[in-house]
């Protein structure tokens, strides 16, 4: 196991997919039962505690899909408060894309949607597939912004398959 022994610089890593494909599953207590394992083989201080940006992003993550928004808030300041001290390459897309799933969240559709927008933009292609491809995420944003005839033009973009707007209305 990832959280027995071995290296926490890659437990992190390791631990962030691991949560994400568990949330995708709807398995949010195993996910976050996860996160925090990682977290506590961080200790305060140390080089892991600062690489630990985007395990902080997934809680927040987490704890939007329980709709607990102090929570997800929490989370994300925490993030940054690491991210920005130590930026690692995935980080700041994952943050600006659950900054903007807060925002829509809070009901401030706009902002939502400009956040995406900067997450698509500075998203880095990992080796593992997304389990919510960026694109999808911001399409719906962008439509609960009320902003149609752009979700139209990406969602017709999304490359992975063919989608109308009327696949984001469902």
């Not at 993550?61 to 102090?70: G, S, W």
């Not at 920005?84 to 894309?97: I, S, V």
């Not at 902002?111 to 997450?119: D, N, Q, S, V």
Request: hydrophobic share 40%; net charge neutral; glycine share 6%.
């Amino acid at each position: 196991r990832a959280t027995q022994g071995g290296d926490v610089a890659f437990l992190l890593p390791a631990t962030y997919a691991l949560a994400e494909l568990e949330r995708s599953r709807g398995l949010l207590e195993v996910a976050e039962g996860a996160c925090r394992a990682a977290l506590d083989r961080c200790p305060p201080g140390s080089i892991h505690e600062l690489r630990s940006a985007d395990i902080h992003t997934m809680l927040a993550d987490l704890a939007l899909a329980r709709n607990d928004l102090p929570s997800a808030k929490q989370g994300l300041e925490r993030s940054k408060e690491l991210g920005e001290q130590f930026p690692l390459p995935h980080w700041r897309y994952r943050w600006l894309l659950a900054s903007a799933l807060h925002a829509s969240a809070r009901g401030d559709h706009q902002e939502a949607a400009l956040r995406a927008g900067e997450a698509e933009r500075l998203y880095v292609r990992g080796p593992l597939p997304d389990a919510r491809p960026i694109a999808d995420v911001r399409t719906r944003l962008v439509l609960r912004a009320g902003h149609r005839s752009e979700a139209s033009r990406l969602a017709a973009a999304v490359e992975r398959r063919e989608a109308t707007l009327n696949d984001y209305l469902a």
